[in-house]
């Protein structure tokens, strides 16, 4: 008999939190969460350091400038899956060689900022004057950059873009 007493009050004891509690049973507020113990992940930049790459990028790119232009690539670069730095190197030698004028535009750039990466999509356009015959060309499409931090500062570790001429 002692027993079952015991376990009744053991019970109504037990019950007795949920019943001071018994107008909001199932409403948890933030306060009443753990607070995690763990530190939140350090990004691998910041969207300062992100828009000051960009910043780079259109002026180096702007000024033709293949050597500061690819200083921005990492060594492991990779372009469109296939091209590795020294293609890199002679591909933008060469755009970069043919024009008299460069410039670039980017529209709906979407940023991405993670632990060990960031991704920029955008859309660009690029207009091009050349120097043999003063043509100009417009070159249009969308644009995808992983970039990574080597020594402290973001570098390109790959960039994949499809384009269409439309002059």
Not at 34 to 54: D, G, K, M, Y
């Amino acid at each position: 008999m002692e027993t079952i007493i015991l376990v009744i009050l053991t019970i109504s004891l037990g019950l007795f939190p949920l019943q001071a509690k018994a107008d909001a049973p199932y409403r948890l507020a933030a306060h009443d969460l753990p607070i995690p113990q763990t530190s939140p992940s350090r990004l691998i930049a910041t969207e300062q350091e992100v828009n000051e790459f960009f910043d780079s990028y259109i002026e180096r790119y702007t000024r033709k400038d293949t050597g500061g232009f690819l200083w921005l690539f990492s060594s492991n670069a990779i372009q469109n899956q296939t091209d590795r730095l020294p293609a890199i190197r002679e591909i933008y030698n060469n755009f970069f060689g043919q024009a008299r004028t460069l410039h670039c535009r980017f529209e709906d750039r979407k940023v991405e900022i993670y632990e060990n990466a960031v991704e920029v999509k955008a859309r660009y356009e690029i207009e091009q004057i050349l120097k043999l015959n003063g043509e100009k060309k417009i070159l249009k499409g969308q644009i995808r950059w992983v970039l990574t931090k080597e020594g402290g500062i973001l570098r390109i570790l790959s960039i994949d873009y499809k384009h269409e001429k439309t002059h």
